[in-house]
């Protein structure tokens, strides 16, 4: 079964937009959170990653909140551009077991 | 370009024939990771490694799935006897630590006819 579960499946968003994209888990023992971009007929690259003790981390247009009371965690992409139209996977992991569990994905279509 | 390296990026083949994918890590990369990538998909793991030693293996990895990673460097993934079932992407990973972030090769694509 899926442990991290990511919404929505897909959205579209004008060019300077906010995306957000939301994922939620249930294993209290995840303690590492890495968001990969993934264009087509490419592997996922690491976009940003968030450990449990803080609540939020940016880089540059991209934001990774986190609620550790809710299990959930979410991406901000501000001032969206048409070159950020790609798929985004939340994952999540275990400190000792190393082994990535991601979402199924969100395709961002940003027009401009 | 010291990136994760997959061959080939596509493999094509008639059901029942065995097929090979290599993948090579970042240098100096200790652990090396297989996931497979069905369409719509994240990836799923498949197992990994720490240097030469393949310490787990996911339960979607088959009988007929094998990795390996001799001498500790490259990977091979073979699939025998492949099914309709096993066309999908398959990613390599390699990390410096267990704990450091994983990065990813482009992937094989792999077509069951």
């Known amino acids: 079964q899926q442990q991290v579960k990511q919404s929505p499946q897909s959205l579209i968003v004008q060019k300077g937009g906010i995306s957000i994209i939301n994922c939620a888990y249930e294993n209290t023992a995840f303690d590492y959170f890495p968001w990969y971009q993934q264009f087509p007929g490419k592997g996922p690259a690491l976009l940003i990653a968030i450990r449990p003790d803080v609540s939020e981390k940016k880089e540059g247009r991209f934001t990774i909140s986190f609620n550790k009371s809710a299990k959930q965690f979410s991406l901000h992409i501000m001032d969206s551009q048409p070159g950020d139209s790609a798929t985004y996977f939340c994952a999540a992991r275990v400190s000792n077991d190393y082994k990535l569990s991601f979402g199924a994905g969100t395709t961002v279509t940003v027009r401009a | ?113």
């Open chain 2, 1 to 113: 370009d010291t990136g994760v390296s997959q061959n080939p990026r596509h493999k094509i083949t008639k059901r029942g024939q065995n097929v090979t994918f290599r993948c090579d890590p970042i240098s100096e990369h200790n652990r090396l990771y297989w996931y497979r990538q069905t369409l719509g998909q994240g990836p799923e793991f498949l197992t990994y490694f720490q240097n030469e030693a393949q310490l787990e293996k996911s339960r979607l990895l088959s009988d007929r799935f094998s990795a390996e990673r001799p001498k500790g460097s490259f990977s091979t993934l073979e699939i025998q006897r492949t099914e309709q079932g096993d066309s999908a992407m398959y990613l390599c990973a390699s990390s410096l630590y267990g704990n450091q972030p994983q990065h990813f090769g482009d992937g094989t694509r792999l077509s069951i006819l």
